[in-house]
């Protein structure tokens, strides 16, 4: 699913998102390596991916495909920084695609 899709990098997070034509409600996953650190600060950071992540399901349409993948730089990242970063990673993929073509 990491190959296939879009993708937006941002410094704590890389977002991921397929987009099927389903009816199914959005479906998300976490990837937090032993590279973010050690299992506490894994289980800290997918704690906290979860709670950003769920504030903005509504903003991925029905049948998407999201998969967050966690890096070192989440392990010393606030709640408020890794939900700015997925803004970010959000706002990157759904630009229109003549819009990134134009820089």
């Not at 987009?19 to 289980?43: E, W």
């Not at 890096?71 to 706002?91: K, N």
Request: proline share 5%; hydrophobic share 45%; glycine share 8%.
């Amino acid at each position: 699913m990491v190959r296939a899709g879009r993708r937006a990098p941002s410094p704590t997070l890389v977002l991921h998102v397929l987009s099927r034509k389903d009816v199914d409600p959005v479906r998300v996953g976490l990837i937090v390596s032993k590279g973010v650190g050690g299992s506490v600060v894994r289980h800290q950071v997918a704690r906290r991916l979860r709670a950003v992540c769920s504030e903005r399901l509504s903003e991925f349409g029905d049948g998407d495909l999201v998969v967050l993948r966690a890096l070192p730089g989440a392990a010393r990242a606030t709640s408020q920084q890794l939900a700015l970063d997925l803004e970010y990673a959000i706002s990157r993929i759904t630009r229109r695609p003549d819009v990134m073509g134009a820089r």
